[in-house]
C-alpha cells in the first residue's frame, strides 16, 4: 500500500495516559490549523472493525488463544486501512488514530510473550508495512495512569493488593514495551511527557504536529 498525501498519526501509551483526550485536542487544533482531520480508534474504526472490536475487548468477546487474538485484531486492522484510513489518506486528510499496530506490538508482545517477528509478518501481511507517519507515545508512571483511569484497587482489601499488583507488574511490561518502541522507531515515534497539564500536553504535541506537517 502506498500513498503520497495526507498524514497519518497514531496516539499510543498505557490506560489513563490521556490517549483520548489528546486526541480529541490535537484534531481540535489542527483544524483550526485549516486541516481536514478524521479522528478514529483501534480496534474498530469501521462498522466491520468495531464488530471484531466487540469479540476483543467486551468480558464476554471470546476466550481467544494469543494468535487468535493477533489475527482478530489485524483482520480489523486490514479493513481499518484499506476502508478508512488510506482513503483518507489519499484525500489528502491528516487521519489521528487512538492505538494503532505498536500497541499490538507492545500487549500482545511485550506483554504476553508472543514473539515480535509474528507481528511484523502480519504488518507486512495484512497492511503490506504500513506504519503511521508519526506516533505519539503518552508516558506516566504506572500508578499514576491506573489512578487516572480509575482502576485503582482497594488498598486495604489483601486480595485485592495482590491482583492489584500482577496488575501493575503487566502495566509496568507496557510502560518498558513503549519505551522499546520509542527505540525501535525513533523517527516516527516521539514520546511524551503526560505527567503534566492537559493543556501542556496538548501544547507540545500541537507544535510537534505542525512542524512535521511543514516538512511532508
Ligand atoms: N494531563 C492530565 N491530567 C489529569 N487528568 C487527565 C489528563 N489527561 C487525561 N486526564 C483524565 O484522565 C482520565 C483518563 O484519560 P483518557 O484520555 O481517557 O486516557 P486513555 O484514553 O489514555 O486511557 C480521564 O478522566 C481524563 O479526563
Ligand atoms: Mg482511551
Known sequence: MSRNKGMFISIEGGEGTGKTTQIGMLAESLRKQGHDVVTTREPGGTPEAEKIRELLVHRNGGDWTPMAEILLFFAARQMHVTQLIMPALTAGKIVISDRFTDSTRVYQSYGHGVEPDIIESFVHLALGGFEPDMTFILDIAVD?????????????????????????????????????IAERFPERCVMIDADRTINEIANEMQMIALRRLQNV
Open 144 to 180: 499514576k495512569g491506573l489512578a487516572r483511569a480509575g482502576r485503582r484497587q482497594n488498598e486495604t482489601d489483601i486480595k485485592e493488593d495482590r491482583f492489584e499488583k500482577i496488575g501493575m507488574a503487566f502495566h509496568e511490561k507496557l510502560r518498558q514495551g513503549f519505551f522499546a
